[in-house]
């Protein structure tokens, strides 16, 4: 009780745990759950990605090689709102954008993901803790999916890429 105003402080959860919360409840709506531990290294969403694809987080970097390869040559694709891939970079320039997406621990993004569907050809999605109720539910569709695989990540936003399967 805070003594001056004569009222009941309550304690509020911290916003990670909110967010935590939003999640684990979208993924409940969708009958997913976690497939695995993914670990918190900066590779998770390679991690994430592996384990979907392969069934396990060997291939993680094997993964990030060929995404920044897919990038380093496809840096002039035009999305479908006409924009080129490259003008979304997080850094000063394309090739500073790639390189540094190159190092291990680094963590990937959209772009990443983008590259992640067209390579495997199938679509990806990805569940998020987000705020927004219209924003938490992406779905990222290769220009041809010739691959009928689900692959299904959940996203603490900012934080951590986990794999999701469908509950048993």
Same mark, same amino acid.
């Given at each position: 009780?805070?003594?001056?105003? %004569?009222?009941?402080?309550?304690?509020?959860?911290?916003?990670?745990?909110?967010?935590?919360?939003?999640?684990?409840?979208?993924?409940? +709506?969708? !009958? +997913?759950?976690?497939?695995?531990?993914?670990? %918190?290294?900066?590779?998770?969403?390679?991690? /994430? +990605? =592996?384990?979907?694809?392969? %069934?396990?987080?060997?291939?993680?970097? @094997?993964?990030?090689?060929?995404?920044?390869?897919?990038?380093?040559?496809?840096?002039? +694709?035009?999305? =479908?709102?006409?924009?080129?891939?490259? @003008?979304?970079?997080?850094?000063?320039?394309?090739?500073?954008?790639?390189?540094?997406?190159?190092?291990? %621990?680094?963590?990937?993004?959209?772009?990443?993901?983008?590259? /992640?569907? @067209?390579?495997?050809?199938?679509?990806?999605?990805?569940?998020?803790?987000?705020?927004?109720? =219209?924003?938490?539910?992406?779905?990222?569709?290769?220009?041809?999916? @010739?691959?009928?695989? /689900?692959?299904?990540?959940?996203?603490?936003?900012?934080?951590?890429? !986990?794999?999701?399967?469908?509950?048993?």
């Amino acid at each position: 009780m805070d003594i001056d105003s %004569g009222t009941v402080n309550t304690p509020q959860p911290p916003p990670e745990d909110k967010a935590i919360k939003r999640l684990n409840e979208r993924l409940e +709506l969708y !009958g +997913l759950e976690n497939r695995t531990v993914i670990p %918190g290294d900066g590779n998770c969403q390679m991690h /994430a +990605l =592996s384990d979907q694809i392969y %069934g396990d987080l060997n291939h993680s970097m @094997e993964i990030r090689r060929a995404i920044v390869t897919w990038l380093m040559k496809n840096k002039n +694709l035009t999305l =479908s709102n006409g924009a080129k891939i490259y @003008e979304f970079a997080n850094a000063t320039s394309w090739y500073k954008y790639c390189n540094q997406m190159a190092r291990r %621990g680094t963590w990937g993004d959209h772009l990443t993901l983008l590259a /992640a569907a @067209e390579i495997f050809k199938s679509q990806i999605t990805v569940i998020s803790s987000v705020e927004s109720n =219209s924003s938490f539910f992406i779905e990222i569709t290769p220009r041809s999916i @010739e691959n009928s695989r /689900a692959i299904i990540l959940s996203h603490h936003a900012e934080q951590h890429y !986990g794999s999701l399967r469908q509950v048993l």
